[in-house]
């Protein structure tokens, strides 16, 4: 079982808070680069090992390249040019918003992901009702949503099935694929009013109501809020130290 697993769902959210907000105030490689590498050695000493870390935040992969690149073509020339076709100029300035845009969306993204993806919904839920001290009919009717959510799928596929059968699924794959969004989108309606009704019967629209999990935080919880704080002024640190500091308000300019 890794750290993670002990730790209160609640707990990553404000992490990802505490972390991104100081992280945001920068960009530049060296900060990016920092922070990328302490995560990793992070998620090695808790037991989180490589494939898990790619499993969960592969989506980045695409994403960091595609930020790069957008920002390698059209970000404000500045320097030697080193290439320019139409509106899309190369340049030292560029090379380096992109080198730096690529690893910061890895630096925020990868640790973020990793510590969100495949948190349990409905320990999530008890962590927001009775440590975040949210409303728990809002907390409840999101876990109830999430937990429909995985039915839309099927819902797709049978609604599909039945066009077909009915002679309807011949007609272009736009317009097909409208229809079945809004023959989905009355299937959900219907599905939520009625669990609403059968979630009021059975109490949960009460003034009060107990748990039947208690969700607490323990010193796992003050360890991960900790390295959030002391990853980001590593990172930042490390940037002041070497000059690179380079704040969003001037980089945009």
């Known amino acids: 079982m890794s750290a993670l697993a002990r730790v209160n769902p609640v707990t990553p959210l404000l992490a990802a808070v505490l972390y991104s907000i100081p992280m ?19 998620f090695a000493a808790a037991g ?24 390698l073509l059209y970000a404000e020339p500045a320097g030697r040019i080193h ?17 730096a845009i690529g690893l910061r969306v890895l630096a925020l993204g990868v640790p973020t992901l990793v510590a969100l993806v495949g948190l349990d919904p409905t320990r999530l839920a008890d962590g927001l009702a009775q440590v975040a001290r949210l409303p728990h009919r809002f907390v409840l009717a999101a876990l109830a949503g999430t937990r429909l959510f995985g039915v839309l799928a099927e819902d797709w596929r049978q609604i599909a099935l039945a066009r077909r059968a009915r002679g309807l699924g011949d007609t272009g794959a736009v317009r097909r694929a409208l229809q079945a969004a809004f023959a989905l989108l009355v ?18 629209g009460g003034a009060e109501r107990t748990w039947a999990r208690p969700s607490t935080v323990g010193r796992a919880d003050a360890l991960l809020l900790i390295l959030a704080i002391a990853v980001a002024a590593t990172a930042i640190g490390a940037s002041l130290a070497a000059g690179s500091f380079a704040p969003v308000w001037e980089g945009a300019q």
């Open 24 to 42: 945001l105030l920068t960009i530049d490689v060296v900060s990016a680069a920092v922070a990328l590498a302490a995560w990793l050695v992070v």
């Open 83 to 99: 290439a320019q076709v139409w509106l899309a100029t190369i340049s030292d300035r560029s090379i380096e918003l992109a080198l």
């Open 187 to 204: 299937v959900a309606l219907r599905r939520g009013g009625t669990l609403a009704t059968a979630m009021e019967a059975r109490g949960f």
């Open 48 to 71: 989180i090992g490589p494939r898990t870390v790619l499993r969960r935040a592969w989506p980045l992969l695409i994403a960091a390249p595609l930020s790069a690149v957008s920002m």
